[in-house]
């Protein structure tokens, strides 16, 4: 890397150590609970959750065969619920 890229990679560092963050203002507590309306699932819009998932594949392998339904495989990196 030449020196330029350096020092200009250095001068970054040091501006972004020193700069301050710019945090959000809190949320009054007046306006949590609109805030945590707007936000949930209203009626129909979590209908997934009412579908019996299966958590195992051969489980599900056995069921889909017993009952002649394709399966949808929802296959992910990392703890499913976002736990590391």
């Given at each position: 890397m030449s020196r330029t890229?350096?020092?200009v990679l250095a001068w970054g560092i040091a501006f972004m150590a020193v700069a301050p963050a710019n945090a959000a203002e809190p949320i009054p507590a007046e306006k949590?609970?609109?805030?945590?309306?707007?936000i949930k699932p209203g009626n129909g819009e979590d209908r997934w959750a009412a579908i019996p998932w299966q958590t195992s594949l051969w489980e599900a392998r056995k069921l889909a065969a017993e009952q002649g339904k394709p399966i949808l495989l929802w296959e992910m990196d990392g703890h499913p619920l976002g736990c590391t």
């Open positions: 890229k350096l020092n949590v609970e609109k805030l945590q309306a707007l």
